[in-house]
């Protein structure tokens, strides 16, 4: 029965609109006839469902096209109303853009590769799709946890996310996790660990001022340190799994884990090398917490003026930590020159060559290919392959002996990878 219907958040039926296809409501286990098709959606229908805590209504599968077509000819509708308004350019439905701003305010990031059948949650899991947010299935219905979870949750691939306020309830579960895998395989290991350390880069991002953001910064690192240099070759599967994480604190943490990998691979020492060079790489963006968040993940370019106001992240993070901490000169290097080139073209200062530290030069290899093969709203990511293929093409901007240990140890990785998934 489930699979006969499917769920539309009540804000995609936009009131005095006359949707072509029956309205159903979820009731336990059964969908329940709401509206017949053709009946004006009213104001009071949908005051009455907020009253009611209704959050999504139901369509038969049946009515799919139905359902995309209303859905598109509401996108045309508005874009003539800006276009009539003198908006030009590619058109964003505001009303999509704060909706992704409250995801990203509201919801955390998890990874997928956690959960099992059989495995009892005490707090709701999420999907995320077309800037929307739904319950899984084994939550829905059932508001008290804890929940048990099925062969059938999660199997598609789309992004899983929690609730803020349900973080605490996560760690502990992931703690409970690292415990229980003291002995298991290595790669559940990678997963539990980066899930802590998404954690706490979230925590430095919000609160960047916070000496034990920073101090929690630190231990973290040193544990992924430590672990990439107990497991070996192992360690690839620290690094990012899913194209589609597109928020700072998974970035930094990508960063963080490919800066360690690439500086384990030309035999940099771990301490101090590797600990300061990861511990900058996860600060590495810090200062996009002070940068406007709707120009940090604004769908489509930037204008010039946009851009340059970006750019301000780079001092702005070196700021706000020398203001609020002692960290060890080197750790800075990531935050202020991950966006130098070698030809100076890059920014803030225009550096060249030498002028720029071997971290500097790690972070700056790291950091385009992370973006590169991330996925957002308004482009899809690159494959490692063709993200590769681009460095190569701007190759004179990086370090080419860098590049090329990068280019091998991405080479490991995708090997591993095809093994372990
Ligand atoms: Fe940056
Ligand atoms: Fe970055």
Not at 137 to 143: K, L, Q
Not at 190 to 200: C, F, G, N, P, Y
Request: charged share 25%; hydrophobic share 35%; net charge negative.
């Amino acid at each position: 029965m489930a699979e006969q219907f499917f769920p539309v958040p009540l804000r995609r039926i936009v009131v005095d609109t006359v949707p072509n296809f029956d309205l159903f409501i979820r009731q336990k286990d059964r969908y329940v006839l709401y509206r017949k098709a053709n009946i004006k959606f009213e104001r009071t229908f949908l005051n009455n469902l907020i009253e009611n805590k209704i959050e999504s209504l139901y369509v038969s599968k049946a009515d799919l096209k139905l359902y995309e077509k209303y859905r598109e000819d509401i996108r045309v509708e508005q874009e003539r109303t800006a276009k009539s308004k003198g908006f030009s350019g590619i058109f964003i439905d505001p009303g999509e853009i704060t909706r992704y701003h409250e995801i990203l305010d509201n919801y955390h990031v998890v990874d997928r590769h956690l959960f099992e059948p059989g495995q009892s949650l005490t707090f709701p899991v999420f999907y995320h799709e077309n800037n929307d947010i739904y319950l899984a299935e084994d939550f829905e219905g059932r508001p008290e946890g804890p929940w048990e979870l099925t062969l059938e949750s999660f199997s598609k691939d789309l992004e899983l996310l929690i609730r803020n306020e349900d973080k605490p309830a996560y760690r502990m579960f992931v703690q409970g996790l690292m415990t229980d895998l003291k002995a298991g395989p290595v790669e559940h290991q990678a997963t539990a660990l980066r899930e802590m350390s998404k954690m706490v880069v979230k925590d430095v991002l919000d609160d960047p001022r916070s000496g034990e953001s920073i101090k929690s910064a630190n231990t973290s690192v040193q544990g992924l340190v430590e672990f990439i240099m107990e497991n070996d070759a192992s360690f690839y599967s620290l690094m990012k799994i899913s194209g589609h994480d597109y928020y700072t604190y998974v970035h930094s943490m990508n960063v963080c884990t490919f800066c360690i990998g690439l500086g384990t691979a030309i035999g940099l020492p771990k301490s101090p090398d590797l600990e300061l060079l990861g511990l900058g790489a996860m600060l590495h963006d810090v200062g996009k917490s002070l940068v406007d968040p709707l120009l940090i993940n604004k769908p489509g370019r930037l204008t010039d003026e946009e851009f340059q106001k970006m750019k301000d992240h780079v001092l702005l993070g070196v700021n706000i930590l020398k203001e609020n901490h002692e960290l060890p000169d080197r750790v800075y290097e990531p935050v202020a020159q991950h966006h130098e080139k070698m030809t100076g073209i890059g920014y803030p200062y225009g550096l060249k060559d030498d002028q720029i530290t071997q971290f500097g030069r790690i972070s700056s290899i790291v950091d385009i290919y992370d973006a590169l093969t991330t996925e957002r709203s308004y482009k899809k990511a690159l494959s490692p392959f063709e993200a590769l293929s681009f460095l190569s093409k701007t190759q004179k901007d990086y370090d080419n002996n860098l590049l090329t240990q990068f280019i091998l140890m991405l080479g490991k990785q995708i090997e591993q990878k095809a093994k372990t998934y």
